[in-house]
């Protein structure tokens, strides 16, 4: 008896982990996406503002921050 009282509490934990961890992994890979192409186009003169709490990135240094939070995003895609 007490094993399906398990099983049925992993299936109901399972309809809710799954949709939200799916939702979370493909926010996190579009997150890496706009956060490169942002630092990208910086770089190259598009004016856009790269604020990490009240420290500004200067121009020259917004690819390689870009990268490193991109790179964060995808490493947090790929474990969730």
Do not use: D
């Not at 509490?9 to 942002?38: D, E, H, N, Q, R």
């Not at 856009?48 to 990268?67: C, H």
Request: proline content about 4%; some cysteine.
């Amino acid at each position: 008896m007490q094993s399906v009282h398990r099983m049925i509490l992993k299936i109901l934990v399972g309809l809710f982990a799954f949709p939200v961890f799916s939702v979370l992994t493909v926010g996190l890979f579009i997150c890496t996406l706009l956060s490169s192409t942002a630092g990208l186009l910086r770089t190259f003169g598009f004016k856009l503002e790269m604020n990490i709490a009240i420290f500004e990135v200067p121009r020259l240094l917004s690819l390689p921050f870009a990268l490193l939070f991109g790179a964060l995003f995808f490493y947090l895609a790929i474990v969730s």
